[in-house]
Structures are given as C-alpha cells and as structure tokens.
C-alpha cells in the first residue's frame, strides 16, 4: 500500500538519485531545471540560445510544502562552470544530499563536493574539482577521490566517500576516508579501500559504515 507520494513543488520535476527524510520529518529532495543562456557572450563559437540544466535542492515541510529552495544558477556563475558550445548542456549533476552535524548540507556532484549554507544558500566550501579550495593531505591523498554517489559523515567526524572512478572506466571504483578541516581548508587522507580487479562503476554506488567499524559497499 502507498501511504504517500512525494514531489517537488514550485513547479519542479523530483529526480530520484537521493531522497533525504530529517529527524524532523522534513524532507530533502533535488531535481533540475533548464536556463537559456547566451554562451556565445561566454565562450568563443557558443550557441546564443543554449539550455543549459541546473540543479535545485528543495526542503519540504510536513505538509509537503517548500520550505527552502537552492538553485545552482542563483549562486553560480555560468562563467565558471561551463566551456561547452553545445546548444543542451548537461553542467550540473547532483548524486546526493546530506544534512550535516551543523545543519547545512553537503551535496555532492561527479566531480566535486560542496557545503552549501541552509540559511542563506551561499557555498561555504567546494572540495575538489575546478574549484577546489582545499589541500590534500597524507599518502594517497588525491583531488579526484572527491567525485562519486556517496558522501557521509561518519561518528568521528570524519566524511566516508564513494569514489566512482571516472567516465571512462579506465579508473576502478574506490572508497574513501577523510578527515576535513573546514577552517583551514586540509582534506587528510585517513583510509582507502581499493578492489584487486577494476570494479569500473563510473555510474550509481555508494558506502555505509557500519556499526562495528566494517565498511559496506554497493558497487
């Protein structure tokens, strides 16, 4: 039996790659929308009406009312992202959301993660990616372990990601531990879990820790 059906609102379309219920039974969901954009003001042959898709992060009351909204294009500039002439352009892809300790969200893309403030939407941080604003600490420490499906942060603080790999699948799949410091901008690198084959998953996947200090991975 369905007890509930859940959408977006304000006129959004929900995408399903994560699905957040918080403590308060309030709900975190994202989905995405298209923005025409002249990209020849942007870069040199770009299509002067390109869509070009963004992400939004909506929070629900129990009602199902929105209650906070995010968008990628109210806080990002097209400049700093995208390079394509492409007249549709795919530049911004969520994989998932998460409430973290302080209650701001951590979302997490293909190739970065970001901080992004509940209260006034601003990015607080981006780790990895074009933009990265941190500096990778310890042996096999790497800017590109910071694109995947999964970013949690574990009891000690520290945060459990999924690493994907890459597009290409030329790069296996991986999981790692890191302990942030959001102040001084280092990502220390605490543990890695590497497959003896290539697992090349460079699509879905996620890791849970679990009770007893095991790391759970879906590949």
Do not use: C
């Amino acid at each position: 039996t369905v007890k509930e059906l859940v959408g977006a609102g304000n006129g959004y379309v929900a995408e399903s790659h994560d699905f957040q219920i918080l403590p308060n039974g309030n709900i975190l969901l994202f989905g995405y929308y298209m923005s025409e954009v002249d990209m020849s003001r942007i870069v040199s042959g770009g299509h002067p009406a390109a869509l070009v898709s963004g992400g939004i992060i909506q929070e629900l009351d129990g009602q199902r009312n929105v209650v906070w909204q995010w968008r990628t294009w109210d806080k990002y500039r097209f400049a700093d992202l995208i390079s394509s002439k492409n007249a549709v352009i795919n530049a911004f892809h969520l994989n998932d959301i998460v409430l973290d300790i302080d209650g701001n969200l951590i979302v997490g893309t293909p190739t970065f993660v970001t901080k992004i403030n509940r209260q006034t939407g601003d990015v607080m941080w981006v780790l990895g990616g074009p933009q990265n604003q941190f500096t990778p600490i310890g042996p096999g420490s790497a800017l590109s372990h910071f694109g995947g499906h999964a970013t949690h942060r574990l009891a000690n603080g520290n945060f459990l990601m999924y690493d994907n790999g890459n597009i290409q699948g030329t790069e296996t799949s991986k999981v790692h531990e890191y302990k942030l410091d959001e102040v001084a901008k280092t990502a220390t690198h605490i543990w890695s879990y590497v497959p003896n084959t290539m697992i090349p998953g460079w699509h879905r996947g996620n890791a849970q820790r679990l009770p007893n200090g095991n790391t759970f991975i879906g590949w």
